[in-house]
């Protein structure tokens, strides 16, 4: 009996010996040894994902997340709090299921016999107990911990330090943490606030939550302090943007000797500074871009770009043309006895546009200010940039541009991480939740940069993707065969292995 393969050459099946197996009768025997069959009749064949669980434990247990919480609380819960917290992380990194769930993915994956717990065992209790382990202190170390053998095992930067702020939103008003306050989203909700720097790569260095009514300008102090302690700021460019920036944050930068890359906002000061320069005293970038620099304490530079000034006027204009078609279907008699009324209608049409406008309430009229559109014209496609670095204005308009990685980062924890809608009401649980989600979009980051470090230039959710395609038929935790792999997952995987 002899294993062989056949090919199809020039219209005739050409033969090839692979190995000799043995004697036909010796057939059962040999399967036997193969397939236990006997295993196979007794038990249940499963179809489990395999290559994407697999390939980010790897990674966490790369950066010791699973040794160094374990250390954090040697108390157990059935099963110690690093190993639960680690399977809440890769939960994390698919699709975050409800703690009441999360054993049905776990089963559904070959994670189960890798690490030998049965997903009987994972269960909500065992969840629950353990995000009870963290509180603020102990995940500002665990943190700090992480990142040190994050940065140490990938050679990460600190060398510049991108900082933001974002708000995640509630299920339920029983949290003390959960306040209304401002969010990009204009929403009325409940809502903690992220404060998170990450590195060049996109890894979270620290993170801080803090309440919903807390302004993001107010948040930068603490964060800084935590980063104190975790990297040597002195050598670190901070790069945020202007609602970040205040004179209390700059100053306590430039105090550490530290630099720092900051958007301004336009106050009076820096739209006086930008009328006042001439379009031919602006220096060319490329084709696109310009820059002004100005002798000031601290140094500004004033960045024109034409592209985004064509979009400004045209939002700007679509928008007056479509205010003033509603202010002329008013009409004042309708309100003739609640004047107030009519007064609060006219201003939310105009809303921040008012001052572009000229409105006679006696006898309704409105008209357009001219002067006002053409200095706002003037302003548009322009931003000011502070700093202390000596870089040229090429470089700090590039790095300031980088900062879209913290924009990034935060779009990558809402999308793919599903780190919102907050369920928990309890604080200590609210911080777990959110550090344990943050820590599942660092093992995402650190996956994309070993892609990228080897010429493969696809996101974390592309590879994840195709990595989930590879599923395992098994037995027993016997694997019988892998399905799903494909020339793209077999170069993932060869990345990963190095």
């Given at each position: ?10 219209g ?26 006997k295993?196979i009749?007794?038990?249940?064949i ?10 980010l ?11 160094i ?11 110690d ?23 049905d993915?776990?089963?559904q ?12 065992k994972?269960?909500?209790?065992l ?18 911990q ?10 990460l930067?600190?060398?510049i330090t ?8 509630f299920?339920?008003d ?7 306050g ?19 790569e996109k ?16 948040t ?16 670190t460019?901070?790069i945020f ?23 301004t906002?336009k106050?009076?000061t ?32 004033i960045f ?5 000034q ?7 204009d679509?928008?007056?043309?479509k205010?003033?078609k ?6 004042p008699?309708n309100?003739?006895?609640k004047?107030?009324r009519?007064?609060e ?26 002067d ?13 940039i ?8 090429e ?6 541009r ?14 793919f ?9 309890k604080?200590r ?6 550090f ?29 993707e ?16 892998t ?5 793209t ?9 190095k």
């Amino acid at each position: 009996m002899y294993l062989v393969s056949n090919k199809w050459v020039k219209g005739k099946v050409k033969q090839k010996v692979i190995a000799y197996l043995g004697e036909e009768k010796k057939l059962p025997q040999f399967l036997e040894k193969i397939i236990p069959l006997k295993m196979i009749m007794e038990n249940e064949i499963e179809n489990l994902s395999y290559s994407a669980p697999l390939e980010l434990l790897k990674i966490a247990n790369e950066i010791e997340i699973q040794k160094i919480i374990t250390n954090k609380f040697p108390k157990e819960w059935g099963i110690d709090a690093g190993t639960a917290s680690t399977l809440m992380v890769l939960n994390y990194c698919f699709e975050s299921k409800s703690k009441n769930k999360l054993s049905d993915w776990y089963d559904q994956t070959y994670l189960k016999h890798e690490l030998k717990i049965p997903s009987a065992k994972i269960n909500r209790d065992l969840l629950y107990h353990t995000l009870d382990f963290f509180d603020e202190e102990k995940i500002e170390d665990l943190h700090k911990q992480i990142f040190e053998k994050a940065k140490e095992k990938y050679n990460l930067s600190n060398d510049i330090t991108m900082y933001d702020v974002t708000a995640l939103f509630f299920e339920g008003d029983k949290c003390s943490l959960a306040k209304r306050g401002y969010n990009t989203e204009a929403l009325y909700k409940l809502q903690v606030n992220l404060g998170m720097a990450v590195t060049n790569e996109k890894f979270p260095v620290t993170h801080k939550v803090f309440e919903g009514n807390r302004k993001d300008v107010q948040t930068f102090e603490k964060v800084f302090n935590l980063l104190n302690k975790t990297i040597n700021v002195s050598n670190t460019i901070f790069i945020f943007d202007r609602g970040i920036k205040s004179k209390n944050n700059v100053e306590k930068i430039i105090k550490e000797n530290s630099q720092y890359i900051a958007g301004t906002a336009k106050n009076n000061t820096i739209k006086e500074l930008i009328l006042s320069i001439k379009e031919k005293d602006f220096q060319s970038l490329d084709e696109n871009n310009f820059y002004y620099e100005a002798l000031n304490n601290p140094r500004t530079i004033i960045f024109y770009n034409k592209e985004i000034q064509e979009i400004e006027k045209r939002e700007r204009d679509k928008k007056l043309n479509k205010i003033k078609k509603e202010l002329s279907r008013l009409n004042p008699k309708n309100y003739k006895k609640k004047k107030i009324r009519f007064i609060e209608k006219v201003g939310g049409i105009v809303g921040k546009y008012r001052n572009f406008f000229d409105i006679e309430y006696k006898r309704f009229s409105f008209k357009l200010k001219e002067d006002e559109i053409k200095k706002a014209e003037l302003l548009d496609g322009k931003c000011a940039i502070e700093t202390n670095t000596n870089f040229p204005a090429e470089e700090i308009l590039q790095r300031y541009r980088s900062r879209n990685i913290i924009e990034m980062s935060f779009k990558d924890l809402k999308m793919f991480v599903d780190i919102r809608p907050i369920r928990h009401y309890k604080d200590r649980r609210v911080l777990a939740h959110v550090f344990l989600a943050i820590l599942a979009f660092g093992l995402r980051s650190l996956l994309e940069l070993k892609l990228r470090r080897n010429n493969m230039q696809i996101t974390a959710q592309e590879a994840i993707e195709q990595l989930s395609k590879i599923r395992v038929l098994c037995c027993n935790g016997k694997i019988l065969r892998t399905t799903g792999e494909t020339e793209t997952t077999q170069k993932i995987q060869q990345i990963l292995s190095k």
